[in-house]
C-alpha cells in the first residue's frame, strides 16, 4: 500500500509518502511517473529496503539505489529525468493544469501497489487572464 498525506496539493508543497505492508527487510522499488498537461513525462525511482514492519517512510529513510541519493522526502519528484516523447503546447489554461504523478511500488514477492496524485500549479479559484495590448504581451 502507498499512503501520502496529500494526494492534491500545490507543486511547492512536500508530499510526505510511506508504503506499508510490504515484505519485512525485502526491497522495495517505488516508481514516480510526472505527466505534465503538455504531454512531457517525466521518471524518478528509489529502491528501499523495507523495515521489520514492511513499511517505507520516504521522508526518513535512504534508498539504496535510484536518481537520487540520501534522505530526501522529494527526492521523486526533484531527481525525475524526461522520458522521450512529443511534448505538445496545451491550449488555453493549460499551463495552470495539474501535473499527475502515478506512484507504483513493487518488491520481488507482492504485487505492485498503485496510487495517483496531483500537483497543482495554482490553487483552486486563481484563473488565468491573457493579456495582450501594445508593447505588451
Known amino acids: 500500500m502507498i499512503a501520502v498525506d496529500q ?3 500545490l507543486v511547492d508543497t512536500p508530499v510526505r509518502i510511506e508504503l506499508r505492508a510490504f515484505p519485512p527487510r525485502e526491497p522495495v522499488t517505488l516508481m514516480a511517473l510526472h505527466t505534465f498537461p503538455s504531454g512531457s ?4 525511482q528509489a529502491t528501499f529496503l523495507a523495515d521489520d514492519n514492511g513499511g517505507v517512510d520516504v521522508a526518513r529513510q535512504a534508498p539504496v539505489s535510484g536518481t537520487y541519493e540520501g534522505v530526501s522526502p522529494m527526492g521523486l519528484f526533484w531527481s525525475a ?3 522521450p516523447g512529443k511534448v505538445q503546447l496545451a491550449a488555453g ?3 495552470i493544469q495539474p501535473i499527475h ?4 511500488a513493487r518488491s520481488a514477492t507482492v504485487a505492485r501497489a498503485e496510487l ?9 479559484g486563481v484563473t488565468r487572464h491573457p493579456l495582450r495590448f501594445e508593447g505588451v504581451v
Open 7 to 9: 494526494p492534491i496539493t
Open 41 to 44: 513525462r517525466w521518471q524518478s
Open 81 to 83: 529525468e524526461r522520458l
Open 93 to 95: 489554461g493549460g499551463v
Open 101 to 104: 504523478v502515478r506512484l507504483e
Open 116 to 124: 495517483t496524485i496531483e500537483r497543482r500549479v495554482a490553487a483552486p
